[in-house]
């Protein structure tokens, strides 16, 4: 495989001389074919790759119907939503709406919908962490021991599991390899205690 060629930008973005008169539209710089380095995780066939100056021209360009409506190829997307509290006293807490929807082949479902409290989240994060070894795995919002269930404080609280959610389910080895994460998202009978 060739290397790509190295490109000083900064040359690129210089000053060019002005040749054409002001009331004349100018054309854009022409930029030496470079090809992008992709990350690891991105297709490494040669019809995805692409030269900085094809980039640079679809940049400026509006996307086609067909980009803008035309499903993923790959989609996971969660909302944590609808808050509800339960129990009387000390026996009181507060549980959550999952919803997920996905066409990632590792889940069994396209849309689910589970509920789940926060001692469930800190479940599932202690397997999560022991099941995938070399994934950093976020903290937890933290834990509230007074006035916990005011509005503001759930409302906090549903915002910190959401992102937590967001960078777990977005990383690309547990979407494809974590089996508890799976469960976690779709299984309405999931119970920490099979997992722990």
């Not at 999560?128 to 976020?138: A, G, K």
Request: glycine letters at 4%; a neutral charge; proline letters at 9%.
């Amino acid at each position: 495989m060739s290397q790509p060629q190295q490109y000083d930008q900064s040359s690129y973005f210089q000053q060019q001389p002005q040749s054409q008169s002001p009331s004349q539209p100018q054309a854009p710089p022409q930029s030496p074919p470079v090809e992008v380095t992709h990350s690891p995780f991105a297709r490494t066939d040669s019809s995805q790759r692409m030269t900085f100056s094809e980039m640079a021209r679809m940049a400026g360009r509006p996307q086609t119907f067909d980009e803008m409506y035309a499903v993923p190829e790959s989609f996971l997307e969660i909302e944590i939503r609808n808050p509800m509290t339960h129990g009387i006293g000390r026996k009181q807490y507060t549980d959550y709406e999952i919803v997920c929807m996905t066409n990632i082949p590792a889940f069994k479902l396209r849309h689910s919908v589970v509920r789940r409290r926060y001692s469930d989240f800190e479940a599932f994060r202690d397997v999560l962490e022991r099941e995938s070894t070399r994934v950093n795995i976020p903290p937890l919002p933290g834990k509230v021991f007074t006035n916990r269930f005011t509005d503001d404080v759930i409302e906090q609280r549903r915002e910190g599991l959401q992102r937590f959610l967001e960078i777990v389910a977005g990383h690309p080895l547990l979407q494809t390899g974590s089996k508890v994460l799976c469960a976690f998202l779709q299984d309405p009978a999931w119970d920490k205690s099979q997992w722990v």
